[in-house]
């Protein structure tokens, strides 16, 4: 189960998480991370493509670019 990309329009290499373009967001894109995790720059396993937060290193930090927050809804219900 993952998140479905809701623009038909996107180039699938526009969404940055989706590391093997089948427009979802998945536990199968976070996994492309396991090779290159914790290096950095000449170590052949780092790819920038996963640098989500471009520091220049494959961490955890990028990793955490899947979540994204989901709305408070208390604070919504409040304001309408
Ligand atoms: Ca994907
Ligand atoms: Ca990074």
Redesign the pocket.
């Known amino acids: 189960m ?1 998140r479905k990309l809701d623009r038909a329009w996107a180039e699938p290499d526009a969404w940055p ?10 536990t ?2 976070v996994l492309k991370y396991i090779p290159g995790l914790n290096t950095s720059p000449p170590n052949p396993a780092y790819n920038v493509r996963f640098d989500l937060d471009g520091d220049n290193k494959l961490t955890t930090q990028d990793v955490m670019k899947f979540i994204v927050p989901e709305p408070d809804v208390h604070s919504i219900a409040a304001e309408n």
Do not use: H, I, R
């Open positions: 993952g998480v989706d590391f093997n373009n089948d427009q979802t967001a998945t199968q894109d």
